[in-house]
């Protein structure tokens, strides 16, 4: 099993940039491709990014394309999301994820982001 931290939410206002972390323990966190997801109120939960366990290839939601990066540094066993332009819309609950195959197995308990006009 592995368990994630997530961190690095806040208040921002449109067009700031905030960095989310999420940090693994108690397994091997090479072992798992990782995601990011977000929830806000109302609405179901949405994929945001996926980095594999290498991090040579990566994949976005399409209204986060061209202003999020995910990476990872699998030393500190950390997967990060780097959020420019930020608009008040990506305001949400994030949650990191780690997957074995294709399912994600285990979840963080999420950040907060809300982004004002």
């Known amino acids: 099993q592995v368990q994630l931290v997530e961190s690095g939410g806040g208040l921002v206002q449109a067009g700031d940039s905030l960095r989310l972390s999420c940090a693994a323990s108690g397994s091997t966190f090479s072992r798992y491709a990782m995601g990011w997801f977000r929830q806000a109120p109302g609405k179901e939960r949405e994929f945001v990014a996926r980095i594999t366990r290498s991090g040579g290839s990566t994949y976005y939601g399409d209204s986060v394309k061209g202003r999020f990066t995910i990476s990872r540094d699998n030393a500190k066993n950390t997967v990060y999301l780097q959020m420019n332009s930020l608009k008040p819309e990506d305001t949400a609950v994030y949650y990191c994820?780690?997957?074995?195959?294709?399912?994600?197995?285990?979840w963080g308990q999420g950040t907060q982001v809300t982004v004002s006009p």
């Open positions: 994820a780690a997957s074995i195959i294709s399912a994600y197995d285990f």
